[in-house]
């Protein structure tokens, strides 16, 4: 049975019954293959040796799908590299393809996941040279400084890191 009370005009129901604990919280959920796995209900089983099917990049087959090559001759990208003495035969003397390889470069442009860090950097910085000029005080003269060059680096990068998603997701798009 339950009683009524009434406090401050708003009517108060206490029930006399006694708590249960919630039934699907003791459950457990057992594979029907007849593997035998248990796993609790709401705890996540383990994801080892789940195999993750992702198809493979081909980098080189979007660049020559896309023609970018041709695009950047015909912006006057490759003659502005030459002129700034970066040529093909410079960057193999160099062994800059190496590096990049040694580095993950090349490695991180085929990983699906890239373009979305790639995004988050790029939203990241343009959101902390606005900051930086709202909290940062104009008191000094080094303060105005410290303001600027945070704000164009931040605007710099965060601009670069949105055009290389960009372009990175649009390699690994398949055709």
Known sequence: MATVAIVN????????AAQRPIRSATKTIVSRRGTGTVFPLGKPGPREGVPVLTPSVKLLTR???????SKAE???LLT??????????????????SKAEEL???????????????YTLSLFLLI????????????????????TIIAVLS????SIAFAASSLVSTLQKSS
Do not use: H, M, N
């Open 9 to 16: 005009s708003v009517p108060l129901v206490r029930s006399l």
């Open 63 to 69: 660049v020559e799908e896309l023609r970018l090559l």
């Open 74 to 76: 015909k912006a006057g």
């Open 80 to 97: 502005a590299a030459e002129k700034f003495g970066l040529s093909l035969s410079t960057i193999e003397k160099l062994g800059l393809l």
């Open 104 to 118: 993950g470069v090349l490695s991180a442009a085929a990983d699906p996941g890239t373009p979305s860090i790639l």
């Open 128 to 147: 902390l040279g606005p900051i930086c000029v709202y909290i940062v005080p104009e008191d000094y003269t080094w303060e105005v400084v410290l303001q």
């Open 155 to 158: 605007v710099t990068g965060g």
